[in-house]
């Protein structure tokens, strides 16, 4: 299982594991199941790149972002 | 009146800004017929022409079903009513297009805008208005409804269409296996806008007869048996159409802009980010150090030379201003005022109190105001990023370093700063956990006292170094700890990196007021309190009573002199009073003479600034922790530790010193 801490380049978003509260707030960023993203940095922290707008992520959070790789 | 011009778009689209900035004033508020929502109307005129302007409510989509969302989608179901002006939002193109073909599928008579042209500027993104023309049929303005931009080209524009002079062609997507169904409900109900809406589900035929809405409905069951839900397959040829538009009119120019900013972010979150990040912040604690107190500007100016600059700088800091023009009004009170106990309460509680209250916002704006800067003009969040590596070994997030570096020049506009923290826990723990990093107002006091107290050098620097080390280390052990009393031990980072850009004087002086009125309404008063608390408990003799219990716990270290027990419980108010109540017991405000009456000698003197620099730093630190944490209980918890742990402390450096010293 790839996760995003652990990713590079364009992937897409798989699932998102953990509560509700945790998926909203990832959600609020923009970062939801099936949203392609651009690892920009590995960090950590994970700086990832989402149409227009970029996101720092902790790492215990890119842990719980399932992905593959976008083609 | 005829000529009517309606405003649609989403939320945040700037839609309001452009409502205002048309009506001049002019607006009112009117009924919309046959309803009880208030619309907002203007009447305005242009080249001679008089168009009433109407804001219909923004909505996000054309689901909702709100009272006010069901005015706008009214509106649209009428073709021939007036003329829709759609906004785009620069800041988001994907979706506010896909919201504006809606629209433009059911409004021939429009013009679409592109709002926000600043920002789109600014990012170098660059749209190419006659392709979107030319794909969309209809006209395309491109405005900054903020900076009023391109605001007459597109009253031109409007009075193009309201006179017929333009004519749209009107927006047809190819629907592609659907187009054969949607012809046919276009037969039944003769628009092929109404027809693609019924076949998404939507309520539009109202006044149709009986037979005819039973024909659509067959239609629609018809293609839900064939295909799937015929609702996502007008989503996605649509979504596909906003794809295929962006892709041929908008182009994204790689502007010198963008060029600084990978730049800089390279710098950010390269190997040396960190020390970037705390080269700017010391920066910013240097200047905010030097506007309100003068130092340690004024030893550097001292040092280089320039004697009247540095003495310039120390009579004229925010500090020394504000304590000159307070000592002057308590003198001539003191003067002119019968001499009774109200005299006293007024002078030594209240104006005290207010006093108080007066050093501390001055220093809480400048402060803000730095912070502001760096967050406006998007640094903050790098610098967070950068920072983030380290605090998350604590369980902490980079934005703590925030709070920590506003609280080595004040405790309270740091407490105050732990509100930019993400999660409620995160924001707790730090809040209570700042009084352990070491303020100015402390730092000076601990100066004098090492420097009266201790003779060598090595021995004097070492201790300062020391005291900062264990300052640190005691704040981010006592995240910890907090972590366990709120359940929440640990915190993610997870936050936006917006564009760089030169701050908006605007909006930083929005923020600094936003973050610094809560200091008066919510802070001040606690601080008045506990300054007539203080004048209670002196006027009834209970400080004595204090100081002699204070100096009596020291005694294991010989520091019983009652007096410094009362410059101690006077430093529980404010640090620096720890210096002019011992002035004033001592009845000498030589330092060296009350070091020489004191007799202290290394390990007792280290002892007594180490409580100093870590017992509970004043009384203002704690009414803005209560402001922010909302618990007395944990509250307690946070000044019962500190006290504890400067004792211990004490002890600890005191046994050691004696030892290592005795040794060599």
């Known amino acids: ?71 | 009146m005829q000529n009517k011009v309606y405003l649609v778009a989403q939320p945040n689209s700037g839609k309001t800004t452009l409502f205002n900035l048309l009506a001049h004033e002019n607006c009112y508020v009117a009924n919309w017929p046959g309803k009880t929502v208030e619309v907002f109307q203007a009447k305005i005129v242009h080249h001679g022409k008089e168009i009433l302007l109407v804001d219909l409510p923004g909505i996000n989509s054309f689901k909702a079903l709100g009272k006010e969302e069901s005015l706008t989608k009214e509106f649209l179901l009428k073709e021939e009513e007036g003329v829709a002006v759609v906004l785009i939002n620069g800041e988001s193109l994907y979706r506010s297009f896909y919201f504006a073909i809606q629209v433009l599928e059911m409004k021939s008579k429009a013009v679409l805008v592109i709002n926000k042209s600043d920002y789109l500027e600014k990012r170098g993104i660059h749209i190419n208005l006659e392709t979107l023309k030319e794909k969309l049929g209809v006209e395309v303005v491109q405005i900054s409804a903020l900076h009023g931009t391109g605001i007459n080209r597109l009253m031109d524009r409007i009075l193009d269409v309201l006179e017929g002079r333009v004519k749209g062609k009107g927006l047809r997507i190819d629907y592609g296996i659907l187009e054969p169904y949607i012809a046919k409900v276009e037969e039944l109900l003769g628009s092929r806008s109404l027809a693609v809406r019924a076949i998404e589900g939507e309520e539009v035929f109202a006044r149709l007869s009986e037979d005819k809405r039973i024909a659509v409905e067959e239609i629609k069951k018809e293609i839900e048996n064939k295909f799937v839900n015929p609702e996502e397959i007008i989503a996605m040829y649509r979504h596909r159409f906003v794809e295929s538009l962006l892709n041929s009119a908008v182009k994204e120019v790689k502007v010198s802009e963008e060029a600084i900013e990978r730049k800089l972010d390279k710098i950010f979150f390269g190997r040396f980010g960190p020390v970037f990040s705390i080269a700017i912040l010391f920066g910013i604690l240097f200047l905010a150090f030097t506007i309100n107190t003068g130092f340690p500007m004024n030893i550097i100016a001292r040092f280089a030379g320039y004697d009247t600059i540095a003495e310039f700088l120390g009579k004229y800091s925010l500090s020394g201003i504000i304590s000159l023009f307070f000592e002057t009004i308590s003198g001539m009170l003191d003067g002119i005022l019968p001499d009774v106990w109200l005299k006293s309460l007024f002078i030594n509680g209240i104006l005290a109190g207010i006093g108080a209250v007066a050093t501390f916002f001055p220093l809480i704006l400048v402060l803000n105001f730095l912070m502001s800067l760096i967050e406006d003009s998007g640094v903050m969040a790098r610098i967070a990023t950068s920072m983030d590596r380290f605090f998350s070994l604590f369980g902490l997030t980079g934005k703590t370093v925030f709070p920590f570096t506003v609280s080595l020049a004040c405790n309270v506009p740091g407490v105050m700063a732990s509100r930019i923290l993400e999660t409620d826990g995160e924001r707790i723990r730090v809040a209570l956990a700042s009084p352990f990093v070491i303020c100015q107002a402390r730092l000076l006091v601990i100066v004098l006292f090492v420097v009266f107290l201790l003779t060598s050098p090595a021995l004097q620097s070492g201790i300062v170094i020391l005291i900062y080390l264990l300052s640190a280390t005691l704040f981010l052990a006592a995240t910890k700890i907090y972590g366990k009393a709120v359940k929440e031990e640990s915190s993610e980072l997870l936050l936006e990196l917006p564009p760089y850009h030169f701050p908006s004087l605007r909006v930083v002086w929005w923020i600094t007021w936003e973050r610094s009125k809560s200091f008066i309404y919510k802070i001040a008063g606690f601080i008045l309190a506990f300054s007539i608390l203080a004048w209670l408990m002196d006027y009834f003799g209970i400080t004595n009573v204090i100081g002699t219990f204070i100096a009596k716990m020291f005694s294991p270290f010989g520091l019983d002199d009652p007096r410094l027990g009362f410059a101690i419980l006077m430093g529980f108010f404010a640090k620096e009073l720890v210096i002019s109540s011992l002035a004033v017991s001592f009845g000498t405000s030589d330092l060296s003479e009350i070091s020489a009456q004191l007799a202290l000698n290394a390990p007792q003197a280290i002892a007594l600034i180490v409580f100093i620099a870590f017992y509970t730093p004043c009384v203002a630190t704690i009414s803005a922790m209560h402001s922010e944490v909302r618990s007395y209980k944990l509250l307690a918890m946070s000044v019962v530790f500190q006290l504890l742990i400067a004792y211990i402390l004490a002890s600890v450096t005191f046994i050691l010193s004696s030892i290592i010293l005795t040794a060599a």
């Open chain 1, 1 to 71: 299982m790839l996760t995003l801490d652990l990713a590079t380049g364009r992937v897409r978003i798989k699932e998102i594991l953990g509560g509700r509260g945790f998926v909203r707030r990832l959600a609020d960023m923009g970062l939801a199941p099936g949203q392609v993203v651009e690892v920009i940095s590995k960090g950590p922290p994970v700086i990832v790149k989402i149409r227009d707008t970029k996101i720092a992520i902790g790492r215990g959070i890119a842990r719980k972002v399932v992905v593959e790789y976008a083609e």
